[in-house]
């Protein structure tokens, strides 16, 4: 099956009113917007960047339509689909299709421990309701629990035509290495790790999720720029600062900090959902002297 990746995807924020009550729609377009307008060669909306696993089924369909809309001639819309149950995450995989999406991307199930076995059949069963639409496994164990190893995707990529890649957000080079080196003919593994985005497209990534990219999207596609051809040195220094920069944005583990960044860029993201919180007007202070400070604001 054809599928093309390439580039820096932005893991997109999902605008909320204050409080965090409702989406606040009237931001999503223009976001999405921006975000190619800046280099995106893709977008990854309600994934957990765009605290997907905190909106309704009704809101991520939304969502996904208002991005479309905004941008679905334009660039690659992959539409992040899982949920912790197999129905739902049909559910959502179909309209996705139906609604103009590329491809889906789909979140290992979390909570419960699940083996090789059952995670196996978890991604079969939404492959084949899906007639041949793009399928890509999504590995993140730090908030999934549970592990997509180099083995089980190998396995999933040779056995279901329509899974036709992985993001991969474990932290673990190796694991993204293994998978590199092991994917069959046409199987495209995603670096979802900023830490090693150099790394990553040197070993052969084709491309980055980033939540990163929702603020300096510029800079880290001047890095696979840079790797593709093959100026390794420069590359290497835009990692050095994009490394920093992530320790800047704290490893992305409060999503209000992607959209006070682009708040300092002059986009309205709006704001987060509870449980997640605000920033701090101090952290807000840090944030962009810190990035003030890496030559990025």
Known sequence: MDFQAS??????????????????????????????????????????????????????????????????????????????????????????????????????????????????????????????????????????????????????????DNIVGIKDSSGNLLGLTQMIGEATDGFAVINGVDDYGFEAFAIGAPAAVSGTGNVILEHYASIYKAVQERDFDKARELQIVLEKATRVFQYGSKTAIFKEGLRLRGVDAGYVRAPQRELYEEEKKTLATGLAELGLI
Do not use: W
């Not at 909320?16 to 893709?42: M, N, Y």
């Not at 941008?71 to 049909?90: M, N, P, Q, S, Y």
């Open 7 to 160: 580039g820096i995807i932005a893991a997109m924020v999902t605008p909320f009113t204050k409080g965090g009550e409702f989406v606040d729609f009237d931001k999503v377009g223009p976001l999405a917007e921006h975000l190619v307008q800046t280099g995106a060669s893709g977008l990854f909306p309600c994934g957990t960047t765009g605290e997907g696993m905190l909106m309704s089924t009704d809101e991520r369909k939304e969502v996904l339509k208002e991005v479309v809309a905004a941008v679905g001639d334009k660039t690659k819309v992959i539409a992040h689909t899982g949920t912790l149950e197999l129905a739902t995450t049909i559910e959502l995989s179909q309209h996705a299709a139906e609604s103009g999406a590329y491809a889906v991307g789909v979140v290992a199930p979390g909570f419960y421990s699940y083996d090789d076995d059952a995670l196996f059949a978890y991604y079969e069963k939404v492959a084949a309701a899906l007639s041949g639409f793009p399928v890509l496994l999504y590995n993140i164990p730090g908030c999934a629990k549970n592990v997509l190893s180099p083995a089980l995707v190998r396995r999933l990529a040779e056995s279901v």
